[in-house]
Every structure is written in structure tokens, then in C-alpha cells.
């Protein structure tokens, strides 16, 4: 049983923290939000009145936070309070950049520390079965292994200090780019006369396709369980696909890559985020791109 302090307890950390406490874990946490807290507290974690004062025992703390801004001030305000020899692991989607610096902060005291991102949602936070991509120090990455995988499926070590983050930005901008392809194909089969099946048929066992197609299916019908058969409920709300498009941007400006299908992508999701979407499934913006709202 490890000691684990777990800071930022909302749709996604409020369920892992609990299944940390289901694998046996004493599990202490900390979120501004009270009703987090109290879903916290019945799901058996140890509630503290503050991030220091959660992390006092812990031998891992792990944060799953909105983003960077919060990730360093959070970090910037546990560190100082933990023990020596102690990990900490963020889980938040931020950007690169962040990444690095909280990773810097951690250097600065002698402290172990992973990037460690999560693909796999809300369901995925719930049922354990999360993929985690991480970036850290190779013994930062083995120390963490045994924890997050209470939590996920799969645990992948990236690289260095943000190369968690660098991968997941990367794999949703081939999502956010790819499910636009597939719905302008399907928009296009429409005009030409063409049946959504019969689309599928031909391109899920050919070139086109591809998980935007295959599991994703942004019209009602081929895949009976993509979000387009429960009217675009989320899954992957488009606000969160906003979000990690405009990292993906951030970075590659930052490193000078060459990304204009990325930037294409992140324009017309802050254009459906914009119309009232932006809590709809990513894959309603083939309602968009046909003119309809669906
Ligand atoms: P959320 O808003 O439900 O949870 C974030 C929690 O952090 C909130 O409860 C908030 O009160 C708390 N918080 C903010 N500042 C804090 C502070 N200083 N101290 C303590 N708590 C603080 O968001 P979420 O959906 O759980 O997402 C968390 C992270 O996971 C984000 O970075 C998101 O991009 C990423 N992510 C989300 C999903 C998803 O499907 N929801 C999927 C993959 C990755």
C-alpha cells in the first residue's frame, strides 16, 4: 500500500482517485470544488483542507488539473511540503511548456516527477482503463508504473521530461484532423447520392480507414455505439478537442513546425465550439460542416 495524495478531483481525477482507493491505496485529496470533495469523501478518500496539507505523508501525489497555470501554481505550492525521495505525477493535459517547467520544479528539490497524460475519457477515468503516456526520468517512469496502471490499461514511457504531453497532443491532432476527413467524406457520399453504409462498407476495409471512421462513426447507423447514434452526447466534448488542438498549435509554433491541416482543424473547431457546440461530441461538427445542426 502506497501513500498517495491526489489534487484536482473533478469528472476525471474523482474517479481515478477512487480507484486507487478500490486497489488498496491510502488515498488523501484536495479540490476547491466542495462537491467534488464530498463525491471524494463517499468514494472513500481521506478529503484534506488543502493541496499542502494532502500531500504531507504521500509518497506519490498525482494532479489532474484544467491546465498548465494550474499545474505549476499547484506544484509551486506542494512541493516545499513533501517528503524527500517522493514522486509526483501530473495527469493533466497542459502544454508542453508547462510540462517542462513543473518538471524543473520538481528537479530543483531533488524530487521525482512524470508527465503522464491520459487518453480514454470519462468512461475510460471510471472503468480503469485509461491509456497513460508519460515522459520523466526512466526510474520516475518504473516508480509510477504499478499506480497508473490501478488506473489505466496501458502505460507508455514517451521519453523525457514532456513527451507524455508531446504525444498526446500529437495523437489528437491526428483525431481532431481525421474526423473532419471522414466527415467531409460522408457529406460528400450524401451530395453524390451514395448511403452512409455503403461508405463505411468500402472505406473501413480500405485505404480511408481509420478510428474517426471505425469506432467514431460521426453518422447514425454503421457504428450503433459512436456518439452519433445518442445525439451527439459526449464521449469527447469538442470543447476538450478545442483545447487540445490550440496546444498542439502552441507547440508547434513554439518548435517551428509546420502543422496547417492542425490549424485548419483548430479554426473550424473554435468555429463549432463558437455556434453553442462546444459541449457536444467532436464528431457533431459533420452537422456543421453539412449546414445543418443536426
Ligand atoms: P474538471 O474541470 O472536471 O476537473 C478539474 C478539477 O480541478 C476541478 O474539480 C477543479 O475544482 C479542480 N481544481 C482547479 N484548480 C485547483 C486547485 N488549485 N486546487 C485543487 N483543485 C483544483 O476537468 P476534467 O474533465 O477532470 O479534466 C482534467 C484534466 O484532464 C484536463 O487537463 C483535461 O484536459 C484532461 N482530460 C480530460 C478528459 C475528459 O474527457 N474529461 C479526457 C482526457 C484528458
Same mark, same amino acid.
Given at each position: 500500500m502506497?501513500?498517495?495524495?491526489?489534487?484536482?478531483?473533478?469528472?476525471?481525477?474523482?474517479?481515478?482517485?477512487?480507484?486507487?482507493?478500490?486497489? $488498496?491505496?491510502? #488515498? +488523501?485529496?484536495?479540490?476547491?470544488?466542495?462537491?467534488?470533495?464530498?463525491?471524494?469523501?463517499?468514494?472513500? #478518500?481521506? *478529503?484534506?483542507?488543502s493541496?499542502?496539507?494532502?500531500?504531507?505523508?504521500? =509518497? *506519490?501525489?498525482?494532479?489532474?488539473?484544467?491546465? $498548465?497555470?494550474?499545474?505549476?501554481?499547484?506544484?509551486a505550492?506542494?512541493?516545499?511540503?513533501?517528503?524527500?525521495?517522493?514522486?509526483?505525477?501530473?495527469?493533466? @493535459?497542459?502544454? *508542453? =511548456?508547462?510540462?517542462?517547467?513543473?518538471?524543473?520544479?520538481?528537479?530543483?528539490?531533488g524530487?521525482?516527477?512524470?508527465?503522464?497524460?491520459?487518453?480514454?475519457?470519462?468512461?475510460?477515468?471510471?472503468?480503469? @482503463?485509461?491509456?497513460?503516456?508519460a515522459?520523466?526520468?526512466?526510474?520516475?517512469? =518504473?516508480?509510477?508504473?504499478?499506480?497508473?496502471?490501478?488506473?489505466? !490499461?496501458?502505460? #507508455?514511457?514517451?521519453?523525457?521530461?514532456?513527451?507524455?504531453?508531446?504525444?498526446?497532443?500529437?495523437?489528437?491532432?491526428?483525431?481532431?484532423?481525421?474526423?473532419? $476527413?471522414?466527415?467531409?467524406?460522408?457529406?460528400?457520399?450524401?451530395?453524390?447520392?451514395?448511403?452512409?453504409?455503403?461508405?463505411?462498407?468500402?472505406?473501413?476495409?480500405?485505404?480511408?480507414?481509420?478510428w /474517426?471512421? +471505425?469506432?467514431?462513426?460521426?453518422?447514425?447507423?454503421?457504428?450503433? +455505439?459512436?456518439?452519433?447514434?445518442?445525439?451527439?452526447?459526449?464521449?469527447?466534448?469538442?470543447?476538450?478537442?478545442?483545447?487540445?488542438?490550440?496546444?498542439?498549435?502552441?507547440?508547434?509554433?513554439? /518548435?517551428?513546425?509546420? @502543422?496547417?491541416?492542425?490549424?485548419?482543424?483548430?479554426?473550424?473547431?473554435?468555429?463549432?465550439?463558437?455556434? $453553442?457546440?462546444?459541449?457536444?461530441?467532436? /464528431?457533431?461538427?459533420?452537422?456543421?460542416? !453539412?449546414?445543418?445542426?443536426?
Amino acid at each position: 500500500m502506497t501513500n498517495i495524495a491526489f489534487i484536482g478531483l473533478g469528472n476525471m481525477g474523482g474517479p481515478m482517485a477512487a480507484n486507487l482507493v478500490k486497489a $488498496g491505496h491510502a #488515498v +488523501t485529496g484536495f479540490d476547491l470544488s466542495p462537491a467534488s470533495c464530498d463525491q471524494a469523501r463517499a468514494d472513500g #478518500v481521506t *478529503v484534506a483542507g488543502s493541496a499542502a496539507e494532502a500531500v504531507k505523508d504521500a =509518497e *506519490v501525489v498525482v494532479t489532474m488539473l484544467p491546465a $498548465g497555470k494550474h499545474v505549476l501554481a499547484v506544484w509551486a505550492e506542494i512541493l516545499p511540503s513533501l517528503q524527500k525521495g517522493a514522486l509526483v505525477i501530473d495527469c493533466s @493535459t497542459i502544454d *508542453v =511548456e508547462s510540462a517542462r517547467r513543473a518538471h524543473g520544479l520538481a528537479d530543483e528539490r531533488g524530487l521525482q516527477s512524470l508527465d503522464a497524460p491520459v487518453s480514454g475519457g470519462v468512461g475510460g477515468a471510471q472503468g480503469a @482503463t485509461l491509456t497513460f503516456m508519460a515522459g520523466g526520468a526512466r526510474n520516475a517512469f =518504473e516508480q509510477a508504473k504499478p499506480i497508473l496502471s490501478k488506473m489505466g !490499461r496501458k502505460v #507508455v514511457h514517451c521519453g523525457e521530461a514532456g513527451a507524455g504531453q508531446a504525444a498526446k497532443i500529437c495523437n489528437n491532432m491526428i483525431l481532431g484532423i481525421s474526423m473532419i $476527413g471522414v466527415a467531409e467524406a460522408f457529406v460528400l457520399a450524401e451530395k453524390l447520392g451514395l448511403s452512409h453504409q455503403a461508405l463505411f462498407d468500402v472505406a473501413s476495409t480500405s485505404s480511408g480507414q481509420c478510428w /474517426s471512421l +471505425t469506432t467514431y462513426c460521426p453518422v447514425p447507423g454503421p457504428v450503433p +455505439t459512436s456518439p452519433a447514434n445518442n445525439d451527439y452526447k459526449p464521449g469527447f466534448a469538442a470543447a476538450l478537442m478545442l483545447k487540445d488542438l490550440k496546444l498542439a498549435q502552441e507547440a508547434a509554433l513554439a /518548435s517551428g513546425a509546420s @502543422t496547417p491541416l492542425g490549424a485548419e482543424a483548430a479554426q473550424l473547431y473554435a468555429l463549432f465550439a463558437n455556434a $453553442g457546440h462546444d459541449g457536444e461530441d467532436f /464528431s457533431g461538427i459533420i452537422n456543421f460542416i !453539412r449546414g445543418s445542426n443536426g
